[in-house]
């Protein structure tokens, strides 16, 4: 189709030879001003009003002072999750003196040394498992 032509700056007209003239008011010059207006006053007739400044800065404050809140409850949540790990350690260690010390009562020092000793070897039945995990790994 034929470009516009400009006529000294009040219209734009398509010139063609079956078709009907489309005539747009433009103004003589377009500035940046002119086109940020048109967009404001399009903008202004379609959006809602914003909130005020200081509805915002109060909806930052409460969101700050929830997450704060939020942040101590989990550092709490932490604290107390460890403290029963490390009693969790402390009772595990116990047990194990405790079975420990009844090892030792009721089997003699070449016995335990025995033990030691099929317990180590890395063809016995007590490190089957471990031989899992090691080819699961690979």
Same mark, same amino acid.
């Given at each position: 189709?034929? $470009?516009?032509? &400009?006529?000294? /700056?009040?219209?734009?007209?398509?010139? /063609?030879?079956?078709?009907?003239?489309?005539?747009?008011?433009?103004? $003589?010059?377009?500035?940046? =001003?002119?086109?940020?207006?048109?967009?404001?006053?399009?903008?202004?007739? $379609?959006?809602?009003?914003?909130?005020?400044?200081?509805?915002?800065? %109060?909806? !930052? @404050?409460?969101?700050?002072?929830? @997450?704060?809140?939020?942040?101590?409850?989990?550092?709490?949540?932490? !604290?107390?999750? *460890?403290?029963? *790990?490390?009693?969790? &350690?402390?009772? %595990?260690?116990?047990?194990?003196?405790? *079975? %420990?010390?009844?090892?030792?009562?009721?089997?003699?020092?070449?016995?335990?040394?025995?033990?030691?000793?099929?317990? =180590?070897?890395?063809?016995?039945? =007590?490190?089957? *498992?471990?031989?899992?995990?090691?080819?699961?790994?690979?």
């Amino acid at each position: 189709s034929p $470009a516009p032509s &400009v006529s000294s /700056g009040d219209s734009i007209e398509s010139s /063609g030879t079956s078709q009907q003239t489309n005539k747009q008011k433009v103004p $003589a010059v377009v500035t940046t =001003a002119s086109i940020q207006e048109a967009h404001t006053q399009n903008k202004k007739s $379609a959006t809602k009003p914003t909130s005020t400044d200081d509805d915002i800065l %109060l909806k !930052k @404050n409460r969101r700050r002072e929830r @997450n704060r809140e939020h942040a101590k409850k989990c550092r709490s949540r932490k !604290k107390n999750y *460890l403290k029963s *790990l490390e009693d969790e &350690v402390v009772e %595990l260690k116990k047990e194990n003196d405790k *079975l %420990l010390r009844m090892i030792m009562t009721k089997f003699s020092k070449e016995e335990i040394d025995n033990m030691k000793k099929h317990i =180590a070897d890395p063809s016995s039945p =007590a490190n089957y *498992l471990q031989r899992l995990r090691d080819r699961s790994q690979v």
